[in-house]
């Protein structure tokens, strides 16, 4: 995990100042510990922070071609390098390093912005384009890397985190309720948005660019999946299967650092585990657990299957206490909030990990692919749902949500019988319904078209689903949620999970994220003698 920051003032062209890049730069220094590289010139300024991985002596970074017509600065890591290496060598390219890094700026050189399309890997990187003064900014197909940017007043900021952008501001800008109404729905802030107003993140497969003072985002990523002429046999479908699983997991463990696992009592990672042993070994695997007394626990499990794959096991053990203490901390780490008590669990066992190795690799993912969850197999019946008569549907839908709790039964009734494919696919993945949520806040805060941003930028990817499913302490009313939100409704949710008629476990652990992360948000700025984030909070407590 590298990190990446730099500023660019398209129009009015003002000269960069060093030490803002040096300061958005070390705002992220976490991200970076082995070295930091800097490129100003003019109204350019880049930084970096490495962690270093491949080519540990010549990676250095902010990295350009020989004549420095192209600089980069790039995080993550390109998996085919020495494959797009041999083929720019053979079209007259010459290479000073062993890096992956270089395999981008030749690359670009080549194809100009096609070389995304070139690329196997993850990536959040930023191209500058010395001749055309041109700046591009990109992210992997999948999202894997981010890149957080704001444009303001002829004035593009970025970084891997928010924290660079912020570091250029005298103060915090304020929550956006929209996003903050998309979070409460899906426990996270979904692409383009960020909690933040007037800061995005760019999605998934998109760039960047900014050129002739004008900014432009599009996708490079347009891949569109299309059914086979006729069904492959299943023996031969997991065969082509297990060797695209067998690559990939080869070219993950491209490193010139030690390398180890996350390993669970599950499938997914002692999948990956044995596949790794293919390449080497024996690997370091980590497990986090809570003890015997939890249902879940896997350090059992994790423990037998180290032992059938010869894996040196570390098992890492987390009891209540020492969650409930370290959650502000963690909660303080995130930039936005993200509603997952997950996240506590992955911070020890990265924690462990990190004192043996640099990289880890986690058999997270497959559930998305493979039709692991519940909805999955209400989406799979959808379509007959959707053809039942409208009267029985109804019937069967009134007579669900008479029951009690029972959530999931509840919304895929709810959402299935939605015609908008891109609406049922918002409501599949909503923790309640669209109402419900509006209804948590106060009155004239959401605008009247709340919601339909997010839908309206899914639409450009209709073309590459067509052929898809559609998957994938806190009530005092002193509260700072309470600046947007309305206590009422909040405590019928409490209310409702406390009496058994309502399962809405997780959209209140939502809300109990919030109020942390705004609580430590708070108490930074207050920390600082900042502007406060929050002036809608103060007016209301007023």
Known sequence: MCGIAGQFNFERREPVERETIVRMARSIAHRGPDDEGFFISGPVGLGFRRLSIIDLAGGHQPMSDAEETVWVIFNGEIYNYRELRAELQSKGHEFRTNSDTEVIIHGYKEWDTDVFNHLNGMFGL????????????????????LIYYKIDNGQL??????????????????????????????????????????????????????????????????????????????????????????????????????VGVLLSGGLDSGL??????????????????????????????????????????????????????????????????????SIVPMYFV????????KVALIGQGPDELFGGYNRHLGVHYGNWWRGLPTALRSLAGFAVNRLPRNETLKRGVRSLGNEDRLKRYQD???????????GLFRDDILPQRNGRELIEYWRELLPQIEHTDELGGFLDERSLMFGLLNPKPVRRLLEGHRSGRQDNHKLLFSLVMLEQWLRRQWAVSTAREECRPFPWHLRQMQ
């Open 157 to 258: 900021i970025f970084g891997s985190e928010i924290r660079p952008i912020l570091a250029t501001q005298d103060c915090k800008p304020e929550i956006d309720p929209v996003a903050l109404n998309l979070f409460l729905r899906f426990r996270y802030t979904p692409s383009p948005m960020t909690i933040f107003h007037g800061i995005r993140k760019l999605p998934p497969g998109t760039m960047l660019i900014v050129e002739a003072a004008r900014s432009e985002e599009e996708r490079w990523y347009r891949f569109t999946p299309t059914p086979f002429p006729t069904p492959k046999e299943k023996g031969e479908a997991a065969r082509e299967l297990l060797e695209l699983y067998r690559g990939a997991v080869k070219r993950h463990l491209l490193s010139d650092v030690p």
């Open 428 to 438: 599949v993945f909503s923790l309640a319904p669209a109402e419900t949520i509006d």
């Open 126 to 145: 930023a191209i500058w384009d010395v001749p055309n003064e041109r700046l591009v900014l990109a992210r992997d197909a999948m999202g894997i890397k």
């Open 272 to 341: 990956l585990l044995a596949l790794m042993n293919e390449q080497g070994g024996p690997w370091p695997a980590y497990t986090i657990g809570y003890g015997a007394t939890f249902q879940d626990d896997e350090l059992t499990d994790a423990a037998e299957t180290a032992v059938l794959l010869g894996a040196q096991h570390v098992p890492v053990r987390l009891n209540q206490a020492e969650f409930e203490r370290s959650l502000p901390g963690i909660v303080e780490c995130l930039e936005e909030p993200v509603a997952a008590s």
């Open 350 to 357: 990265s924690q462990r990990a990190r004192q043996d190795v």
